[in-house]
């Protein structure tokens, strides 16, 4: 995401006690409506909930996940959110995941990885590829950077931690490179499955304004066995897409599929920011070889860079775009792109919002969604 950050809150965790439910827009958001029966007609209200810097200063909030059960230092229900960059704004070296408790409003530090960690190359920058099992393991991916740019980019990998948010493994392999999109998981309980994109394949240095686009960046799906009191091991892995678009970018870092998301029927939507699109992957679940760069599912229009995606109750798409403020919702059946909302009109970027939006999930109940706001590095409930 965006490299351009304003840290409104001092780095204060206090800070964001004090903001919690202290900003509420009602409706001064507009639904531009292509067709009718849609969820983001549903949605009246944005409210502030809490910012995302915990004490050692951590900006750019990217991963969003709602906790599944309560385990250890996380309650059910609780938002999950980890930051991409340092105290210097520095993409790709942000190493904390926060725990916002919506019923008392409070934000606490979750994890504060060390820098460097065994067993992951490159070191540590954790990424939007998050999520927690019912298991009570969290996983997230790190695409770490020494200087801010995809110039000293590692490999990365997922660290897995246990519900009191200590390290107690990190799953590598040769498929494993720069782990960058929202999962989308099945979890079993005693198995689960991650879907996760990779953006670390054959990208370099950032060239300007117009860096390569390499057609390296993958999709893969993670078996994991979990046995009772240990850590979760990879059991197998297939590539499921491939030869979708990867960009180095000075200002985002870097360009490539972000959003994951599992619908009816197994399949796997994927939304491809360098060609504009929302990709479907069929038979993701079970499939034993790559669908390469997928199904196209709708392109252009009210996309403008999609971002991250989740699935609503009524089984659309809700997509971020990158490159200005607003979530467009999408029936994944038709292809039609029913609305799009502007979420963010903040006006200090052109176009307004353009950069600001990244991570977004459903609450629990299904009537709402979680998203970040990137240039004031705060969560916003959406009602």
């Not at 969290?138 to 897995?160: E, F, M, R």
């Not at 979990?226 to 030869?243: F, N």
């Not at 963010?344 to 919002?353: L, R, T, V, Y």
Request: net charge negative.
């Amino acid at each position: 995401m965006t490299g351009r950050k304003v840290v409104a809150f001092g780095g204060r965790i206090a800070a964001a006690a004090a903001l919690a439910g202290a900003v509420t827009l009602v409706s001064s958001v507009s639904v531009f409506a292509a067709d009718g029966g849609g969820f983001l007609e549903t949605i009246h209200k944005h409210t502030t909930v809490t910012s995302s810097v915990p004490e050692n200063g951590d900006q750019n909030p990217y991963a969003l996940v709602v906790a599944p059960v309560s385990a250890g230092k996380i309650v059910k229900d609780d938002l999950l959110i980890d930051n991409f960059n340092d105290k210097n704004n520095l993409q790709g070296l942000g190493t904390t995941i926060v725990d916002f408790n919506p019923s008392t409003e409070k934000l606490a530090v979750f994890a504060q990885l060390p820098r460097h960690l065994d067993g992951c190359p490159g070191g540590v920058g954790l990424t939007t590829a998050m999520t927690m099992l019912k298991s009570g393991w969290v996983i997230v991916g790190s695409l770490p950077s020494n200087d801010g740019t995809t110039a000293t980019k590692g490999q990365g990998c997922l660290i897995v931690l246990d519900a009191n948010g200590k390290v107690a493994g990190t799953l590598t392999s040769p498929n494993i490179n720069g782990p960058w999109g929202n999962m989308a998981v099945i979890d079993n309980g005693a198995t689960a499955t991650l879907f996760v994109s990779n953006t670390g394949f054959g990208v370099g240095a950032p060239e300007g304004d117009n860096s390569p686009i390499v057609n390296k960046a993958t999709v893969v799906r993670v078996e994991l066995a979990i046995a009772e009191g240990r850590a979760p091991t990879i059991a197998k892995e297939t590539v499921i897409a491939s030869g979708l678009g990867e960009q180095a970018d000075k200002g985002v870092f870097i360009i490539g599929p972000t959003g994951l998301a599992l619908g009816q029927g197994g399949v796997l939507y994927v939304s491809d920011a360098i060609s504009n699109r929302v990709i479907a992957i069929p038979d993701a679940a079970t499939r034993t070889d790559s669908a390469g760069t997928g199904k196209e599912v709708t392109k252009g229009g009210m996309l403008k860079r999609p971002l991250a995606l989740c699935i609503a109750p009524n089984g659309h798409l809700l997509v971020t775009n990158g490159l200005n403020g607003q979530v467009v919702e999408i029936d994944p059946v038709s292809g039609k792109q029913l609305y799009a909302q502007w979420i963010d009109a903040d006006k200090a970027q052109q176009p307004p919002g353009s950069g600001d939006l990244f991570g977004i999930v459903m609450t629990s109940s299904g009537k709402g969604f979680y998203y970040v706001e990137d240039d004031q590095n705060t969560v916003v409930l959406a009602h």
